[in-house]
T-cell receptor
Framework: AQSVTQPDIHITVSEGASLELRCNYS??????LFWYVQSPGQGLQLLLK??????LVQGIKGFEAEFKRSQSSFNLRKPSVHWSDAAEYFC?????????????FGAGTRLAVHP | DTGVSQDPRHKITKRGQNVTFRCDPI?????LYWYRQTLGQGPEFLTY????????KSRLLSDRFSAERPKGSFSTLEIQRTEQGDSAMYLC?????????????FGSGTQLSVL
């Protein structure tokens, strides 16, 4: 069965520091991989996605993620964090189910940013 | 594009009562999804519509849950005889059907509290 593990429940970084959020997945075939961000009172917003091709994916708000098949990982990175990045981040794998994309989410990583 | 809207934003009910939530997807989107998110967890897939047809239901969706999308536009999710375990955020998402890798747009959710 497909699954997603986000090992870090909470992460705190200082503003301007670099960030890496970890994500490991379990999926038999080549997965569709996503990172979403959820701010309080806001809907989930797609940061980036990977389907094929270049394993380093650029997203919105200066985020990037790297797909590593050998490690079953899809870690999210940002070189310099801004206070507005404080939110909850979810990694997800898309299971192709009859031609549509059913997402399986990890439990999330809550990011706090110190000024 | 006004985004995906959900109503109400919050619902408090007593155990055993019935509740109904509404989701209005982005107008040109023919795919609509319901997810449930409990505290400290990522969203879990509940059900999926292509136009008015409900094509998949998760085993999480017990007989007390029913979802409809009568005209292929808005959708409703009804929970009968609510239980405390139903307390969660109910998220709606929509997308086009251009491909399996379509982008999901999420609403802000309906927070249900069952007392």
């Amino acid at each position: 069965a497909q699954s997603v593990t986000q090992p870090d429940i909470h992460i705190t970084v200082s503003e301007g520091a670099s960030l890496e959020l970890r994500c490991n997945y379990s999926y038999g075939a080549t997965p569709y991989l996503f990172w979403y961000v959820q701010s309080p009172g806001q809907g989930l917003q797609l940061l980036l996605k990977y389907f094929s091709g270049d394993t380093l994916v650029q997203g919105i708000k200066g985020f990037e993620a790297e797909f590593k098949r050998s490690q079953s990982s899809f870690n999210l990175r940002k070189p310099s964090v801004h206070w507005s990045d404080a939110a909850e981040y979810f990694c997800a794998v898309g299971a192709d189910s009859g031609g549509y994309n059913k997402l399986i989410f990890g439990a999330g990583t809550r990011l706090a940013v110190h000024p | 594009d006004t985004g995906v809207s959900q109503d109400p934003r919050h619902k408090i009910t007593k155990r055993g009562q019935n509740v109904t939530f509404r989701c209005d997807p982005i107008s040109e989107h023919n795919r609509l999804y319901w997810y449930r998110q409990t505290l400290g967890q990522g969203p879990e897939f509940l059900t999926y519509f292509q136009n008015e047809a409900q094509l998949e239901k998760s085993r999480l969706l017990s007989d007390r849950f029913s979802a409809e999308r009568p005209k292929g536009s808005f959708s409703t999710l009804e929970i009968q005889r609510t239980e405390q375990g139903d307390s969660a955020m109910y998220l709606c998402a929509s997308s086009t059907s251009s491909a399996t890798n379509e982008k999901l747009f999420f609403g802000s959710g309906t927070q249900l509290s069952v007392l």
